[in-house]
Nanobody, 118 residues
Framework: VQLQASGGGLVQAGGSLRLSCAVS????????MGWYRQAPGKQRELVAA???????NYADSVKGRFTISGDNAKNKVYLQMNSLKPEDTAVYYC?????????????WGQGTQVTVSS
């Protein structure tokens, strides 16, 4: 299984970035994808998630600024991040929830750094 994430980088406060992630080489069905982030000294937290049915969930801190979207057929997920703030600085991890053979679990990507300068 591979989760290939891209799109991180350095941006000034108020700027935008778009993260992308694709799942490949899985034998299981993917029924939801999302993004988590982890800042230095903090726990990993959910940023946004989307189900195959299109239901979305956002952290309160990003509502109105970030938009998650997905392509079910290609097992891809995107995170459009606008009006970025220095507190959004973190390593962002792609997550995919798989289900099959009577079980379920999580796939994780390698993480992509997002740095927002003030």
């Amino acid at each position: 299984v591979q989760l290939q994430a891209s799109g991180g980088g350095l941006v000034q406060a108020g700027g935008s970035l778009r993260l992308s992630c694709a799942v490949s080489r899985t034998i299981f069905s993917i029924n939801g994808m999302g993004w988590y982030r982890q800042a230095p000294g903090k726990q990993r937290e959910l940023v946004a998630a989307i189900t195959n049915g299109g239901t979305t969930n956002y952290a309160d801190s990003v509502k109105g600024r970030f938009t998650i979207s997905g392509d079910n057929a290609k097992n891809k997920v995107y995170l459009q991040m606008n009006s970025l703030k220095p507190e959004d600085t973190a390593v962002y991890y792609c997550n995919a929830k798989w289900v099959g053979m009577g079980s379920r679990g999580d796939y994780w990507g390698q993480g992509t750094q997002v740095t927002v300068s003030s």
